[in-house]
């Protein structure tokens, strides 16, 4: 039987042998080594040709991030899951390492911790994660693995919306899970700061880790990128980062969109959740809503393209070649709403382009009070 052969480099001897121990006792995960630090780690993964590596943040000599930037030369695809503890300062340095190609993190018990406390992180955290990120080598199972299933790209019927009934784009909505830091960090960059639209985005992730994804993603872009507020305006000019532990929606409250959170129950096990976002912003912009689904375990975001699909609006999802995991992107593409799969350094280029070439094209039918913020690029009379 085929075993996920996970690599575990972390420098406390302590949580070393108590997560080799959990990992080894779970029949599909096989550890095939460990070590101390970065440097080690760096010699002994030619040996070991591990499909995983569990990589501690804070060691000696060569750190988390360190060791990833090297291991990401040699070893570009291998899934990296960052292990750290939940202080302000490995919170920073883990967002970091997401933004530079980690695939995900999890958070370690500390070193005093009972059993009973690993095991839990271990099985909550750490275990369900490698088996999501290295689905393609376990025997499938429901809601773990996309990759295996077959697809064709273009369902019947195709969810492109005839080019007459097209109308003009006037907010872009993201939705990412694992793996999504990293692909934020590709696709804003490239988005210009005088960009007609507003940008609303759901990554999966917990209080602190947005706000601090937010500042850094923020330092990369043309377009400041914020975490979301409660009775902001939804204008052009910024990137809007739902919060941890908080739903952000949008919602009408005068002429302009408002942004607005709730800590309503978590869907699909998530809040933030995509799907939340999504059905505000196919309310409010209807027909000119395009939503756009990258790498991400689960489906959370398939309802939400439901509705935007309904509405009249667009949907892009990520391919599965540049997917970290192709869970989220897969479920939409399976379910034909997807009009293109995009690889995730054109994602950004697409949104661009259609946005930009649909600027001419008539509004989507919206109340009044809305109107004056989608004219606000072009010339014609409202």
């Known amino acids: 039987m085929a075993r996920v052969r996970v690599f575990v480099v972390d420098d406390s001897i302590t949580i070393r042998k108590l997560i080799t121990n959990f990992l080894s006792s779970d029949p599909d995960l096989l550890v095939v080594g ?162 007609p639209v507003p940008v609303v985005i759901v990554q999966h992730m917990p ?33 809007w980062i739902a919060p941890g532990d908080f739903h952000m929606v949008l919602e009408r409250t005068g002429p302009d969109p408002t942004l607005m959170l709730n800590q309503d129950p978590p869907e699909n096990s998530c809040r933030p959740a995509v799907d939340v976002l999504f059905r505000s912003v196919s309310r409010v912009f209807g027909a000119g809503a395009l939503g756009v689904v990258m790498t991400g375990m689960g489906q959370d975001g398939l309802r939400g393209c439901e509705d935007i699909h309904a509405a009249g609006g667009r949907v892009l999802a990520q391919d599965e070649a540049t997917s970290t995991v192709w869970g989220m992107p897969g479920a939409v593409a399976r379910a034909g709403l997807a009009e293109e799969l995009v690889a995730l350094d054109a994602i950004g280029r697409e949104i661009i382009r259609l946005v930009t070439e649909t600027r001419h094209l008539p509004r989507a039918t919206v109340p009044p009070a809305d109107r004056r913020w989608l004219n606000r690029t072009e010339t014609e009379p409202a």
């Open 34 to 195: 460990t070590a101390a630090n970065g440097r080690i780690a760096l010699e002994k993964l030619p040996q070991l040709s591990p499909d995983i590596v569990i990589l501690d943040v804070e060691m000696p000599e060569m750190n988390g991030l360190e060791t990833l930037v090297e291991i990401r030369k040699t070893h570009p695809r291998l899934p990296v899951i960052m292990f750290s503890a939940l202080t302000r300062r490995g919170t920073a340095e883990t967002v970091e390492a997401l933004t530079f190609g980690a695939s995900d993190y999890a958070t370690k018990p500390s070193n005093d911790a009972g059993d009973a406390h690993v095991a839990a992180a271990v099985r909550d955290g750490l275990i369900r994660k490698i088996k999501g990120l290295c689905a393609s080598i376990l025997p499938r199972s429901p809601g773990v693995s996309s990759r295996a299933l077959p697809i064709d790209p273009f369902p019947s019927p195709t969810s492109a919306p005839p080019q007459s009934s097209r109308r003009r784009i006037d907010v872009v909505a993201i939705g990412v899970s694992t793996g999504g830091p990293n692909a934020l960090a590709s696709v804003l960059p490239s988005i210009p700061n005088d960009f």
């Open 207 to 239: 209080a602190l880790f947005t706000k601090l994804l937010a500042d850094r993603l923020s330092t990369r872009c043309a377009m400041p990128v914020r975490e979301g507020v409660s009775g902001e305006l939804l204008l052009p000019g910024t990137m």
